[in-house]
């Protein structure tokens, strides 16, 4: 997704030029600016953009687009542009030839100028948001789990990079992805005033709404996901004290589960891995049974529920399976639902064995 972007790419700066950090007294108060592109903008530079001035040292700068290199090399910050990477003198571009740097952490996407910035400024915006040490054990669980749930994206696409290995033509299009909708932000071709000034505008919209989006994931990850996760480690651990398999896992407390087993199973390093897992119907009294996945992203179970109960309710589903209280079993096998937790439970022991 280069673009019109790549005409300064090739351009290697003299490092002698860039401005290093400072301990400066009065550098430290004066207003930050903040240098990349101008033309058309994409989603990375607009995030990156914005993360930056979350941060303290850049907070409140001046954003100036531009591509002149006499401009930019006086500048305090320069992403997506001028074919450096270089973080002593703040300078974060991707598009250079031999640019290799990715996130670390068991994640191996080749960085755009978002990465870049969340590499390097990505733990204190965390810290700032939970109002923690960025050395607290939260802070780092979030810093990556924010990577991986939205920034490893931006940096994917905004680099060619697929998210499958297939030369299948997609089944249907998809323009609603946040990349899409910052593009389209872009002063459209018929807009009669294609000004710096009118492009500006446009770009700092594209810069609110990508910063929103990455706020909102922030925050979710914060206030659900962290909070969940703990639930799901919690439930894990007492396992055996469901059923002696180990195999059987009962939610006490409601909670996105799905999101963390997979991760929490391989970090606990549980084994045999869960099979099903128990929870209270918060529509009803109820206990459903589900079937864990294979994987996050397949709808496979690892033991379904037996076939001889998918289809069938209530006293037909007691009768075939001699358990009582029987509400339901997915014509899948992938869940069903009992009366009772006793009844659940008797229904997940049943279907380990079957």
Request: glycine share 8%; hydrophobic share 40%.
């Given at each position: 997704m280069l673009g019109s972007r790549a005409l300064f790419c090739g351009r290697i700066w003299n490092h002698s030029l860039f401005p290093k950090r400072s301990g400066n007294f009065r550098a430290s108060f004066r207003t930050k600016r903040v240098g990349t592109h101008n033309g058309t903008f994409h989603c990375d530079e607009t995030l990156a953009c914005f993360m930056l001035r979350l941060s303290s040292r850049f907070s409140g700068a001046q954003i100036v687009r531009t591509r002149d290199h006499q401009v930019l090399e006086k500048l305090d910050a320069a992403l997506d542009v001028g074919g450096v990477y270089d973080p002593e003198s703040e300078r974060y571009d991707h598009h250079q030839k031999g640019f290799t740097e990715v996130f670390g952490h068991g994640f191996?996407?080749?960085?755009?100028?978002?990465?870049?910035?969340?590499?390097?400024?990505?733990?204190?915006?965390?810290?700032?948001?939970?109002?923690?040490?960025?050395k607290h054990t939260d802070v780092q669980r979030l810093f990556l789990a924010v990577y991986k749930n939205f920034i490893e994206a931006v940096d994917a696409i905004d680099n060619g990079i697929h998210q499958y290995d297939t030369d299948q033509p997609?089944?249907?299009?998809?323009?609603?992805?946040?990349?899409?909708?910052?593009g389209r932000l872009n002063l459209d071709w018929i807009e009669p005033d294609q000004s710096s000034s009118k492009e500006d505008e446009a770009f700092h919209r594209a810069m609110e709404l990508a910063g929103s989006e990455f706020l909102q994931c922030v925050h979710f990850h914060a206030k659900s996901w962290l909070p969940a996760r703990s639930i799901v480690m919690e439930c894990l651990a007492e396992r055996h004290d469901v059923d002696s398999s180990g195999e059987i896992m009962k939610l006490n407390k409601q909670c996105p589960w799905k999101l963390h087993i997979f991760e929490l199973e391989e970090e606990m390093k549980i084994d045999p891995p869960i099979k099903y897992v128990l929870y209270q119907d918060d529509r009803s009294e109820n206990w459903r049974i589900q079937a864990v996945s294979v994987s996050p992203d397949k709808f496979e179970s690892r033991k379904a529920l037996p076939i001889s109960w998918r289809g069938l309710e209530k006293e037909k589903l007691?009768?075939?399976?001699?358990?009582?209280?029987?509400?339901?079993?997915?014509?899948?096998?992938?869940?069903?639902?009992?009366?009772?937790?006793?009844?659940?439970?008797?229904?997940?022991?049943?279907?380990?064995?079957?």
């Open positions: 191996n996407t080749k960085l755009s100028s978002a990465g870049l910035i969340y590499k390097h400024y990505g733990l204190e915006i965390i810290a700032k948001e939970l109002q923690l040490d960025q997609p089944r249907y299009v998809n323009n609603t992805s946040l990349a899409h909708r910052i007691s009768e075939e399976s001699s358990i009582p209280g029987c509400v339901f079993v997915h014509m899948s096998g992938f869940i069903g639902a009992n009366r009772s937790y006793e009844g659940a439970l008797a229904m997940a022991k049943a279907s380990l064995v079957a």
